[in-house]
């Protein structure tokens, strides 16, 4: 059954008033709705997008400056930015536009992206290259830019975009999931970095009927794939009352839900004796058992419990 909806009089209204954000792709799709709904809450807002194709190829101001222009004609700030974010160079000049311009910087959603679909054995180097440099590495670049700014202040939210081609798998996506794969990883370190200074960094497994996503929904589901659906949780994402720090989420229809990486009781052989592997064969369906199955928090604390068991501690 869908969940009701709350009282609009009982539930509380996010606002942005005086924070600044910065929304990386936001001339179409997903990314000008955070940077329309941002505006119309209150966030003064820089909106970047190299205006290029779908793989990535060419550039023009006009989808930037097409939502400046909505965003000021509905009453709000904004400001337009052409700068790509696969190069250290580009991230931090989007970063210094929003400071110089508006005075800092509270938020960054990472949304920028492109995709050129080929089986890896099949893709062209400079392709991959480009898919990579813009998810990964300018996802990571725009943080390290954002970072010093938000420190001056001592807050920040961050949001980035992830996907299930990389964390489920997607034919001819190996770079695009990859690199997608790659958000969870920035997001765990820079959450433990970055978070007892007030900076919260989060991730989204989004779905939506978007240009990068033609062709590839199915059918039958496109109509629920609004990318309006995605927005809401990506603003509670970036706002204040928000505390997730180090969440994944998956955000589609509707649907919002949290994510997590589960780890398997397995198997512990006594470090003290010879391993084979023979010994992992005969004990790999055990090893694959999970259930019993719990949260993934890293390899040596499990580890230390389950030696302490066994009395090798």
């Not at 994402?237 to 780890?263: P, R």
């Not at 949260?295 to 302490?308: D, H, I, N, P, S």
Request: glycine fraction near 12%; hydrophobic fraction near 45%; charge should be negative.
């Amino acid at each position: 059954m869908p969940d009701p909806s709350p009282n609009p009089d009982e539930a509380m209204t996010l606002r942005f008033d005086g924070r600044v954000a910065i929304v990386t792709g936001a001339g179409t799709g997903i990314g000008r709705i955070y940077a329309l709904q941002l505006a119309e809450r209150g966030a003064k807002v820089v909106v970047n997008d190299l205006g290029g194709s779908v793989i990535g190829q060419g550039g023009s101001s006009q989808a930037a400056d097409s939502v400046v222009a909505e965003i000021r004609a509905a009453g709000g700030e904004a400001l337009a930015n052409y700068d790509s974010v696969a190069t250290a160079e580009g991230a931090e000049r989007i970063v210094a536009a929003a400071v110089q311009h508006f005075g800092r910087l509270d938020v960054l959603i990472n949304n920028a992206g492109n995709l050129k679909m080929a089986r890896l054995g099949e893709a062209a180097v400079h392709d991959v290259d480009a898919q990579v440099g813009v998810h990964l590495m300018g996802s990571l670049y725009c943080c390290r830019a954002a970072l010093p700014a938000m420190q001056r202040h001592g807050y920040g939210r961050i949001v980035l975009t992830s996907s299930g081609s990389g964390l489920v798998g997607f034919a001819e996506q190996a770079a695009y999931g990859a690199a997608k794969t790659g958000m969870v990883g920035l997001m765990n370190c820079i959450s433990r970095e970055y978070g007892e200074q007030g900076i919260f960094t989060n991730t989204i497994v989004p779905t939506a009927t978007t240009r990068m996503s033609q062709g590839l929904l199915w059918p039958k589901m496109e109509k629920f794939l609004r990318p309006e659906l995605v927005a809401p949780a990506v603003l509670f994402l970036a706002s204040e009352g928000c505390t997730s720090n180090s969440g994944m989420f998956a955000v589609a229809g509707g649907h919002v839900a949290k994510l997590e990486v589960h780890k398997a009781p397995g198997v512990q052989f006594d470090p003290n004796q010879a391993v084979t592997p023979e010994m992992v064969a005969m004990r790999f369906d055990t090893v694959c058992d999970m259930s019993g199955a719990t949260e993934f928090r890293g390899t040596q604390a499990a580890m230390e419990k389950m030696l302490t068991e066994m009395g090798v501690m």
